[in-house]
């Protein structure tokens, strides 16, 4: 069966500390991954998102940058974390012409 | 460019109460409309898929209907109950890139 893995699951780091959140997909191939912030009282806003290795689109000027180092495996990084990078992350990807499945979530507080 | 609309922005009800949760659309060249729900600091759960062709879908106390042509979905949740609280988004994916749009959502508190 396909399933999402998504760590961790909270963080809390400094202004000014790098950041590296994973994904990874299990039992499917070739997905198209996404990344999504979520913050308190806002909608989901779209981060990023890859259709196959090495490819990145990024949809938002920001602090922040994508990775896709293998097949199924997403990175979400930053040189230098800002109080306005806290928020909720999730992971999310598509196979075909199915719907989405996300992940759990990350929790990021930048004290 | 795509919009998503949700109403209402939060429901309140008793329980074993109908509801009724609408999500709006702009474009209508949709390829398929998805719901989920979302508990307070948790992933989205996927609660139904309707593809672009079809007009409804049901998952138990769940259903969803589509009307592309008018740009409108309604998802349905029949006897609710306390365990039915969330948040409730719906998502279109549109246009060449297979984005989805995200609705605000709708945030339901069943009571007991």
């Known amino acids: 069966s396909q399933t999402i893995h998504q760590w961790p699951a909270t963080l809390v780091q400094p202004v000014g500390s790098p950041l590296s959140l994973e994904c990874t997909v299990e039992g499917t191939s070739n997905p198209n991954l996404y990344w999504y912030r979520q913050a308190a009282g806002r909608g989901l806003q779209l981060l990023f998102y890859s259709v196959g290795i090495g490819q990145i689109s990024s949809e938002v000027p920001q602090n922040l940058s994508a990775s896709r180092p293998q097949d199924r495996q997403f990175i979400l990084s930053s040189k230098k974390l800002l109080l306005s990078d806290s928020g909720f992350y999730l992971c999310?990807?598509?196979?075909?012409?199915?719907?989405?499945?996300f992940g759990s979530g990350t929790r990021l507080t930048v004290v | 460019k795509q919009e998503v609309t949700q109403i209402p922005a939060a429901l309140s009800v008793p329980e074993g109460e109908n509801l009724v949760l609408n999500c709006s659309f702009t474009d209508s060249a949709i390829y398929n409309l998805q719901w989920f729900r979302q508990d307070p600091g948790k992933g989205l759960t996927s609660l139904l898929l309707?593809?672009?062709?079809?007009r409804e879908q049901t998952s138990g106390r769940l259903n969803a209907s589509l009307d592309k042509s008018s740009g409108r979905s309604t998802l349905y949740i029949a006897a609710s109950q306390p365990g039915d609280s969330a948040t409730y988004l719906c998502?279109?994916?549109?246009?060449?890139?297979?984005?989805?749009?995200f609705g605000r959502g709708t945030s339901l508190i069943v009571h007991p």
């Open positions: 998502a279109v994916p549109s246009g060449g890139s297979y984005i989805p749009t």
């Open positions: 309707i593809q672009s062709s079809q």
């Open positions: 999310a990807w598509r196979a075909g012409t199915l719907g989405y499945t």
